[in-house]
């Protein structure tokens, strides 16, 4: 995608823009792009999730909720060495640009520095299927060998929630707003739910134990690589690109050209949103 962007911009020596410019802008241009494609256009980013166990809410009526992911997965007994600052997990399946926060680590020795390291956040860049390093976390941070952490890796942010499954009735939720659930705690015709406060709140005459949330998540940061990219079709990828190409003409203030690169790349997601993938 890098490479059709400098062919477009006639700048393949990044003699107008710099390598860094033209990666920002593919990546504020793909979150452009995914915000105004349908859900149909982006179904290699649709992917679903348990939200785990119900809880009453006794401030709304015992309204059950369902807390929204925040975590895609957790890593126990982790270790980490001090003179090389790298963490070990066997075949851990975190890689590089997944984010992370650090907890539990316990030292092995006293170290003054020891409680910067729990509770922090940051994405990671991978070694090896078992190692990896945190980004911003340098070897002269940790002055002593971590034991028996846990790397919890972080759920990427819900771009857009498509629907919600009551696994414990097998069928769809309607979706509605809080209000919309009414004055019951029991909806007698199906299931219906809401978003509110970061919870996930249902309302059936039937108890919902369990739902599925299904949704977009956000796509992965472009990179300066020739890897071609999986995560989003080939139509869209271009759309991207126009998108990108415009944001930088109009930092160069070449108007004309920014306009002509946004109306194409209009055109694109009509035409995507129109016949889906």
């Known amino acids: 995608m890098v490479n059709s962007l400098e062919y477009r911009l006639e700048d393949e020596g990044h ?38 166990n119900a809880t009453a809410d006794t401030d709304l009526g015992s309204l059950l909720y369902f807390s929204l992911p925040t ?14 600052g790298r963490f070990t997990s066997s075949n851990n399946g975190l890689v590089t640009g997944d ?13 003054a520095s020891f409680d910067t390291i729990n509770g922090l956040s940051s994405q990671i860049s991978t070694i090896d299927v078992n190692v990896f390093v945190v980004i911003g976390l340098q070897a002269i941070d940790i002055t002593t060998d971590l034991d028996s952490g846990v790397v919890e890796k972080k759920e990427k942010s819900l771009t857009r929630i498509i629907g919600v499954y009551d696994d414990t009735n097998d069928r769809f939720v309607e979706l509605t707003s809080i209000k919309g659930l009414g004055e019951n705690t029991s909806y007698n015709y199906g299931t219906k739910g809401a978003l509110f406060n970061n919870r996930f709140y249902v309302s059936s005459s039937d108890a919902s134990s369990d739902c599925t949330l299904i949704y977009i998540t956000s796509p992965a940061d472009i990179t300066d690589t020739t ?41 694109m997601i009509e035409a995507i949103n129109g016949q889906g993938v």
């Open 227 to 267: 890897l071609e990219i999986t995560y989003i079709s080939d139509s869209v990828q271009q759309a991207i690109v126009e998108i990108a190409e415009s944001l930088l003409w109009r930092q160069d203030n070449r108007l004309n050209r920014a306009q002509a690169a946004v109306g194409n790349a209009q055109g």
């Open 15 to 52: 003699v107008n823009f710099a390598a860094a410019q033209k990666l920002q802008a593919l990546n504020d241009a793909q979150r452009q792009v995914v915000a105004m494609c349908s859900n149909e256009a982006l179904v290699h980013l649709q992917t679903s999730r348990s939200m785990g």
């Open 99 to 111: 984010t992370v926060t650090l907890s539990g680590f316990l030292q092995v020795s006293d170290d």
């Open 71 to 84: 975590s895609t997965g957790i890593l126990t007994g982790v270790t980490c060495t001090a003179s090389n």
